[in-house]
């Protein structure tokens, strides 16, 4: 009899579907049928390859209400988050087929170097083979796109395991790249727990692990995988600056939904507001005014701003943390309130740098904020972080915006917005520790391919 894992709506704990319960004796089956795959991949010409993509990319657009439905249901998005994502994953796999045609590789100038007068050639893009690709549940469609997209572009073939609390999105997703004419073997969805995933990096037939999720998971990866790339995106800490000389009312817009969207479950989302002291009262003022102002609830309705996290437990622990930095002195300015899976939009001020809701990533709806005195006072502690992915600053001085920009530790500055924004071809990834790789699909392609270089004498 075959086991199962039960997939439950974060906000009514109904069931929405059910996917195979792999076992890591599986694993041979899985990775027999991904180097077929692979072989496949791998032989199709690049102008087929972008002609699925694009035919993928055009099946999702016409099924996006569908999408986005099964967005919500199985992770608690809002409707109006999930149509975003569903958006983003059609552009994803677009760019993806541009990427399959463009991106060859180029002419090698031997001439340049002298005793190579004689030589030409060039180098091409090759693929790396088997790619293994681990995705969180917190963007169950895009995020599996981003890895699908550049890896079959690049002729790879893929095992895919999402996340166990939100895997159907994923599903769905390989469902139409097969209907839109990608060989069934090109990407395996392998569903099971840890020791699945631990077999499918451990596999040697594995050419790259591709990750998105947790500190511990990444270290975990790194210790099992042995010799063959990895690329990884383990979240971060993102601090904002907001600058007196600043758009008040913009920045507070801004934070607000960089704090808060998808219940704060968001790996580039605003955690630590630094606020110059002396706008420091009239921001608090604005900030927690349309905090309270968002609504929380039913993430299916369309008034609802703010759904329920992913599980009463991961509300639980987001409501202990909070607990924690409360006992240690923070100031709790609004929210706290847990019912259920549903954690209301938190604000705290004056939290001790050694509590996790300062110093961790906290993937929750919380928020601290922080005054300051100059701007080295805030790059010194928007830097605190071991873990970077992005940061925003707000300010009218092209000056101090250039300087911000420069030496704050992060791989993506948004200047003028929170720290929450990305397009999806853009180069995506950790800075400090745990940075491994890119994404953003054109730097993901380059990840999953290979240089190789043709040279003639004459």
């Excluded at 991904?34 to 002609?51: C, D």
């Excluded at 994953?89 to 002419?107: D, H, M, P, W, Y």
């Excluded at 005793?115 to 293994?132: C, D, K, Q």
């Excluded at 008034?303 to 509300?315: C, F, K, Q, R």
Aim: with cysteine; hydrophobic share 40%; charged share 25%.
């Amino acid at each position: 009899m075959t086991r199962t894992t039960a997939v439950l709506n974060p906000f009514t704990g109904d069931l929405v579907g059910t996917v195979p319960a792999m076992e890591a004796d599986d694993i041979d089956v899985v990775v027999m049928r991904a180097e077929v795959g692979a072989a496949y991949s791998g032989s199709t010409p690049r102008h087929r390859r972008a002609s699925t993509l694009e035919a993928a990319a055009a099946l999702v657009g016409e099924r996006s209400q569908e999408f986005a439905r099964l967005v919500v249901e199985e992770s608690g998005k809002t409707i109006r988050q999930a149509r975003k994502e569903v958006a983003r994953c059609v552009n994803t796999l677009r760019l993806s087929a541009e990427e399959a045609r463009r991106n060859t590789g180029e002419l090698v100038p031997f001439t340049a170097f002298p005793g190579s007068e004689n030589r030409r050639g060039w180098f091409t893009r090759e693929p790396l083979g088997v790619i293994a690709a681990i995705t969180p549940y917190n963007d169950p469609l895009n995020l599996v796109a981003h890895k699908l997209g550049p890896a079959i572009a690049g002729g790879n073939s893929v095992i895919a395991k999402p996340s166990d609390l939100a895997p159907l999105s994923a599903v769905r997703l390989v469902d139409t790249l097969i209907e839109a004419g990608l060989p069934p073997e090109v990407v395996t969805v392998a569903t099971g727990g840890p020791d699945l995933g631990e077999a499918i990096v451990r596999a040697r037939e594995v050419r790259m692990v591709s990750f998105t999720g947790g500190f511990t998971t990444g270290e975990s990866i790194a210790r099992t995988a042995g010799l063959k790339r990895l690329a990884m995106d383990l979240g971060g800490n993102a601090p904002v600056i907001v600058m007196a000389d600043s758009d008040i009312g913009e920045a507070v817009r801004a934070c607000v939904s960089g704090a808060f969207w998808a219940a704060g479950q968001n790996c580039v989302g605003t955690q630590r507001i630094l606020v110059e002291h002396s706008v420091m009262d009239r921001f608090r003022a604005q900030f927690l005014r349309a905090t309270r102002r968002l609504r929380v609830g039913d993430p299916l309705d369309e008034a609802t701003d703010v759904g329920p996290m992913i599980t009463e437990l991961h509300a639980k622990r987001a409501e202990s943390a909070v607990g924690e930095a409360l006992t240690a002195g923070a100031g709790l300015l609004c929210g706290n309130d847990r019912t259920g899976s549903l954690y209301s939009p938190t604000v705290l001020e004056d939290v001790p740098e050694h509590c996790a809701v300062w110093a961790e990533e906290t993937f929750a709806p919380i928020v601290a904020l922080r005054g300051f005195h100059d701007l080295e006072e805030a790059l010194s502690v928007a830097n605190q972080t071991e873990y970077s992915l992005h940061a925003g600053i707000f300010t009218s001085r092209l000056h101090d915006a250039l300087e911000l920009a420069e030496r704050i530790d992060a791989s993506g500055v948004m200047v003028n917005d929170s720290s929450d924004y990305r397009l999806d071809a853009m180069p995506f990834g950790g800075f400090k520790y745990g940075s491994m790789g890119r994404e953003g699909v054109r730097f993901a392609y380059e990840e999953m391919t290979q240089p190789k270089v043709v040279c003639f004498n004459r």
